[in-house]
């Protein structure tokens, strides 16, 4: 009985799939063959494969009076690949939300993405840039484990806020919780983005219960095929009053709607004493095979102040460079997919 009832409501979704809600499917895949130098003390490299692929399940259902209700579910299962590749997630870890959407924009209770991250992420810390920017410091969580956020556009204005409980309902000394405000604006050809983010640094195992925090203001511009952008955060750590500054440029130009090519410089620096700083050159020739899909050839290089002496916000992204080496080279080819 369980099972004809099971089929009998499969034929009834195919036969008025009208009366149901919308579910879409969205993601990306990703291959990347990376060779990177300076990753022991003896200065040798070594190869990487990375293949990160996003799922993102979507459902939207419309009101009777206009409004929606939606939700998502996010996830990067992998598969994964040498001692550089993305880990495999667990299904939802991405992001799991559910929310309201109308005319003054949307409401979504869940894990979501920090809008913080998602302002430097794109278009300033993009091809090849990434990682000194969005992946770094207060921001380098990326997502809100239990938070309202709230999004809305008006006319050539974008606004958005957070608020992340955390674990604050059960923990509310050793709690995760904080918070978010910023948007943009379009004038013409130009943007303007700024946005103020603070997260709460305590931890069972640190008395301090302060909040670090992070301040992010990005111009960028387009004049015919080329395209300029400019971006400052500012990151302040309650527990230590270390502060880092993250400068970044970039240049890219169109030579066709196939071929581009684009040029990032980041600087980081902190006040914690000594030659605590960083610098990346990044650059990356793209070239759209299809639609979907970009083929393209990346390089960065990275250069500290003095081996082992990384900012404060700077660990991963030094990229495995070993403890005795200043800088490191990063090379990749690879291809990505969006669908």
Known sequence: MFKRALIVAA????????AYAEVTISGSAELDVMYYTNQTADGKGKFAIDTPV???????DKWDNGMSTIWRISQKPGPGGSDKATAPAAFGTREAYIGVKGNLGSVKFGRIFQA??????W???TDGSGNTGQD????DAAFWDNAVGYEGSFGAVNVFASADLGTGFTDKRNGTQGYELGGGAKFGAFHVDAS?????NGTAAVSASGYDSTFFVGARGAFGPVTLSLDWAHDKYDRTDVKEDAIHGKVGYNFNDKLSLNAGWTHIKDNGGGDNKADQLSTQLGYNVSKNTMAFVQYRYIKLGDAGKNPVGFTYQAQGMAGNKDSMQRLVVGT???F
């Not at 103020?196 to 709460?200: C, G, N, S, V």
């Open 11 to 18: 034929v009834a979704a195919a036969c008025s799939a009208s």
């Open 123 to 125: 278009p300033y810390l």
């Open 116 to 121: 913080t991250y998602l302002q430097k992420d």
């Open 54 to 60: 996003v799922l993102n399940f979507d459902g939207v």
């Open 136 to 139: 770094r410091g207060v921001t």
């Open 196 to 200: 103020y983010l603070a997260k709460k």
């Open 336 to 338: 990505w997919t969006g």
